[in-house]
């Protein structure tokens, strides 16, 4: 009996030309952006709130996040809806790609040199392809507890 590689579905998204990954299952749906209303005194990081389908999301600009710059707003430009925590918030990217099947063999851990919080954002790193690597966000980490009871507030 052979044994069967165990799969993780992510979602590929794109930053700054390097390639991202989060957990299919966290992911509740990608949106075109529209009509992002900006909050007075938020986070840097905090780009406001949106309404889904008549639910009040905040939307966490993943450049500024990662201290990358701020995003141009282009037509590739997506919202992916994520649930962190029991919480439905929206990740502003440059562009969101393809569902890819990953070997989890095949993903290590980020390299401890990275360091510093950068380091804290990845799971982890996988080679996809034969010259890209995929960088796996760890969603809870990417949004710390005083981010997420921020954010709870704008929700509630």
């Known amino acids: 009996m052979a044994d069967q590689e165990e799969n993780m579905k992510v979602i590929l998204f794109e930053m700054n030309s390097e390639t ?5 299952e ?12 900006r909050l007075p005194k938020a ?3 905090i780009e406001g709130v949106m309404n889904l389908r008549g639910l009040i999301i905040p939307v966490v600009d993943v450049r500024q996040r990662f201290q990358m710059g701020d995003s141009e707003l282009t ?3 997506r919202i992916i809806v994520v ?6 918030v929206g990740l502003l990217v440059d562009a969101s790609k393809e569902v890819l099947d990953i070997e989890t063999s095949k993903i290590e851990k980020a390299p401890e040199m ?3 919080p950068s380091a804290n954002y990845l799971n982890g790193v996988a080679q996809i ?5 995929l960088l796996l966000l760890n969603l809870n980490q990417v949004l710390n ?10 929700e509630g």
């Open 75 to 77: 037509n590739e430009s």
């Open 26 to 37: 966290q992911v509740l749906s990608i949106e075109k952006v529209d009509n992002i209303t």
């Open 145 to 154: 507890q005083d981010d997420v009871a921020d954010l709870q507030k704008i």
């Open 83 to 88: 649930d962190v925590e029991e919480m439905n």
């Open 20 to 24: 991202y990954g989060v957990p299919v």
């Open 129 to 133: 392809g034969e010259d890209r690597l």
């Open 43 to 45: 986070a840097p990081f």
């Open 114 to 116: 990275i360091g510093g």
